[in-house]
C-alpha cells in the first residue's frame, strides 16, 4: 500500500498531493463504472487506496515522533476501520469511521498519533466519525449504546499492534457479541422500524433512498447483523454454507446487494458527495447507462426502475424471513414447558400458539397441492395465524418449479374466491402469497407486473403494490362513516369486488390502453376461476370501466340529465354501482398518501346518490318546479326566526339559479347567499370567506351582478393564485337576473387545517378590490405571485392539450384542458376564455390526470391536471359554429404554453439569484 504523498500510477515528475491523489482515484473509479465494473470492485479498490493513505500517515507520525512513539504506536496503540469501511464496503464519497484503540502504557503519545491522522483525513475532506477508546471503554459503551455495539462488531484491524487488537476481538465477542443475542435483533430491527417511518414504509418510493428507504442497504446491513449475532456468521456465504440461508436467497440477496452497491456509486461520483437518493433525474440518467431504452408501452426508466425495486423488494422479503429465523431459533431455546401445544387441523396443519407450520413428513404433499397452499393461506386468514417463516421459504423455492396450469382447478378457485371474501385480513393474505410468488399462478399476469413503476409524480407505488394497497383501502372502507361506509357493507359479492380491485390494473406495462388489455385479462380470469355469466359481466365491466365513475364525477356535471343517464344506462344496476363506488375510491386512495380528498370523495358520493334513484327504480326523478318547492319550503324553515322573507320572494329566488345550483347547493348555504343577495347594492362586491371542515378546504364565495367588471372569474383566480391557494373546485353560478354567485374551493399550503380569520380577510379584501376596479390583478399578481409549491423536474414539460366537446351538453361548449400543474393555471386559463368573449357557467378544477390520459402522453414525473370548463357566449348560448371551436381550442392552448413560458423564465431566474 502507498505510503503518505507516494502515490502509484501517476505522472513522474508532476508534484501529486494526498488529495489530488484521492480526487484521481475516484476519476479512475467512475471510469471503471462506466466500463462495466461492479460497485464490490469500485468499493474494494477504494477501501485499500484509502486505508494505504491511513496506515502511510500514521507510519509517517510514528516514524516523525521517534522511537518512543514508533513503541507505543506499535505495541500498545491500533487504529481499526469500523462500519461500512470495517467491512470494505466504503463507497466513493462515504463517511470513514475510524477507531483508535490503545492501552494506557502508550500515556500521552496515543492522543497525538490520532490527532495527526484524523486532521490528516478532515484535510482530504473526509468526513470522520471518530472515537479514541481502551478496550474496557469498548466493552462498557457497547452495553449503554446500540449504535457503538453494531460498529464495533465490523471492527477491522488497520495498522499498529496485532496483539491488541486480537485482544479486543476475543473480549468483545465473549462479552459483548455473545450476550443478549435475541434483544440485540429486536433493538436492531426496531432501530430499522423507526428509519422506515422516516425514510419511507414502502419499498417502492418514487424517488428512494438507497441506503435507508425500505429494501436499501440497511436492510442488507440489518441481516447481516442479525446474521452475526444469532449465528456468528460473517458472511452471506458462510450463513448458506451453514444451513441458514437459502441457495436462492443467497442468490438474490447477492445480486441485490451488488445491484444496489452499483447504484449507490454512480449516484456519488456523480453528485461529487454522499448522494443516497435516486431522484427522477439519476433514474433517467441511469436507466440510459444500463443501456435500457425506451419502448412504446414501457419508457427505458420504467424498466431500470422494475429492476431496481425487484431487487430491494427481494432483498427485503428476504430481511424478513430471516428475522423470523432468527426469532424462532431462540423460541426454540426456551423451556418445554413455555411452548403452547401443537394442534393438528384438517389432517395437514398444525396450530402451536399463533404459528402455522405443516409437518415434514406432510410438506412435500402440501407443496405438490394447489388446492392445499391455497386451504393453508385461507386457514393462516381465517384464523389470523402468521405461517411459518421456514415454510414459507420452502413455498418460494418451490413455486420456479410448479406451472400456473396446475392451480387452474375447481377447488383452487373455491378457496381463492373465499380468500377475496374475506371478512377481513383479505389484502394481507394477498399480500404474503404474492411474496412467495403464489399470487401469480392463480392470477398468471401478475407476475409480469412485479415492480413495474409508474414514472409520475402521482402514482407514489409500483402496479403491484398499488394493487395490493387499493384492496387493502378497499377492506378499510368497512370502518367508515358515512355514504362510503354504508355502501361497502351493502355490497353483497366482495369477492368480485376484491378480485375486480386486484384486475384493474394489470393491464398496464402494454402498449395498448390498460383499460382494454385489462377487459381480455378480466375475461380469461373469469374462466379460469369459473365464473358464470352474471359474475363474469359484473367482473368485466368493474375493470374495463374502472375510470367511468371518475370521469364522470371530476369531469362532467351529474345535473346535467345528458351526463346521468348514460352513466346510469352503463352501471345498470344499484349492486354494480356500489361495487363501482368502492373500487374507484379504493383505487384513488391508493395511489399515495393524500390523494383521495375529502372534496374528490364528495362529488364522487354525489354523482352515486345521483344515480342511485335513477337505476334502482325506488324514486321517480324530481322535475325542476317540484324541487324549487321543496327547497323553498326548506330554506324558509331556517329563516323563520329572522322573518326576512316570504315563501313568494323565496321562490321567485331560487327560480332564478341553475338546476345544478338547486341540486348541489346545502340548504344553509343557499340561506346565507339570498341573505347576500338581499342587501347587495349596485356596483356592490360581497365576498364570504369560510372554512369547509368536512371537505378541509377554504371557500370563498363571491357574490356582486356580472357588469361589475368583465372577466370576474379569472380576476377571482388571479388575486387566489398571487396569494398561493391552489383552487380545488369552483362553482360558477350566473343568475338569470345577473347576479353572480361564485363559490371557489381551495386548499391553503400555507396553514394545516383552518386558516386563521385575517388570512380569509385579506383574501376577500384582494378581491373586493380587483373586481370593483380599484387595483388591476395584474399588479396583485406581480405583488403577490410566488414560485409553484409543484416541484419542477428537468425531465421537461409536457405538451398542453385542449379538446372541445359539444355533444354532452345541450346548454353549453365543454373545453377540457390538460397541462402541467402550475401555480396561477386556472387564472391562465380563464383569462384567455374571457378574452376569447366566453363566459364560465361551470368548472371541475385540478383534477390530476387518469391513468388512461396519462399512458397515452406518457408523462414523465410532473403533475398534470384535467380542469373542465363549461362556457357559452356572452349571450348565454352554446357555441356551434366550427371554425370558431378550433380558434378556441388553438388560442387557448397557445394562451397556456406562453403563460407555462413566461413561468419557466421567472423560475430559471429566481434560481440563478438563488445560486449567486
Partial sequence: MPDNGSQPGLLQGAEVTPASALAGQRQALRQRLLKGGSGAEVM????????????????????????????????????????????????????????????????????????????????LGFQVGHSMRTIDDCIDLAGKDLTIRTAMMSARFMAGSPHLFQEFNRRYAKEVVGRGRGQFIEHKVEERRREYE????????????????????RDFHLLRWAGMARFQATTLQDLADRGFLSRQDLLSLTEARDFIWRVRAFLHLEAGRAEEILSFDEQVRLASLYGFQDQPHLLGVEQFMQQYYRHTMGLHETLLRFVDRCRAVSAKRRPSGALPAANMVEGYFVVTGRQLTVPSELRARVLDSPSLLLQLFDLARSRRLKIDTGLLDEIHSHMESVSSEAFRTPEVSRVFLKILAGPEAVSATLEAMHRVHLLEKVIPVFATLRGLMQF?????????????????????????????GSVYQEIRRKDLLHLAILLHDLGKGRKEDHCEVGKVIAEETAARLGCDPQETRTLVFLVHRHLLMSHTAFRRDPYDEKVLAPFAREVGTPEVLRKLLAL??????????????????????ELYLRTLPVISGEHAQTDASDRLKQLA???????????????????LQLSQFPLRYLYGTPPKRIVAHLKAIRKLQAGEVIVEDRFNEKLGVSEYTVITHDNVTPGIVFKIAGVMAAHGLQIVDAQITTREDGVVVNTFQASDPDFEGAPPDERGASIAEAIIRVLKGEEEVERVMSRHTRLSSVSPLSTGRHATEVKVDNETCDRSTIVDVFADDTQGLLYAITRSIFQLGLSVQAARISTRIDDDIKQSLRTIGRHQVADVFYVTDQQGAKINDHSRLEAIRETIK??????????????????AGSAS
Fill in 44 to 123: 474494494a479498490a477504494l477501501t485499500e487506496f484509502v486505508d494505504g493513505l491511513i496506515i502511510g500517515k500514521y507510519k509517517n507520525a510514528m516514524r516523525q515522533g521517534g522511537e518512543g512513539a514508533q513503541a507505543a504506536g506499535t505495541q500498545h496503540c491500533c487504529l481499526v476501520a469500523l462500519g461500512g469501511y470495517g467491512f470494505r464496503e466504503l463507497a466513493p464519497y462515504s463517511d470513514i469511521d475510524v477507531m483508535f484503540l490503545f492501552r494506557e502504557e502508550a500515556g500521552d503519545t496515543a492522543q497525538i498519533l490520532f490527532r495527526e491522522v484524523l486532521h490528516y483525513l478532515w484535510d
Fill in 198 to 217: 422516516k425514510f419511507g414504509q414502502t419499498v417502492y418510493l418514487l424517488e428512494p433512498n438507497v441506503k435507508k428507504s425500505k429494501g436499501g442497504l
Fill in 456 to 484: 409520475n409524480q402521482d402514482h407514489k407505488y409500483t402496479v403491484d403494490e398499488h394493487t395490493l394497497r387499493a384492496v387493502a383501502k378497499a377492506e378499510a372502507l368497512a370502518l367508515e362513516s358515512g355514504v362510503i
Fill in 584 to 605: 374507484t375510491v379504493a383505487d384513488i386512495a391508493a395511489v399515495g398518501p393524500g390523494v383521495m380528498t375529502k372534496w374528490k370523495q364528495s362529488l364522487l358520493n
Fill in 633 to 651: 319550503g326548506e330554506v324558509a324553515q331556517e329563516l323563520t326566526d329572522t322573518a326576512e322573507a316570504g315563501i313568494d320572494w323565496i321562490e
Fill in 894 to 911: 397557445e394562451d397556456i404554453d406562453s403563460f407555462m413560458d413566461r413561468q419557466a423564465g421567472a423560475s430559471e431566474s429566481v434560481g
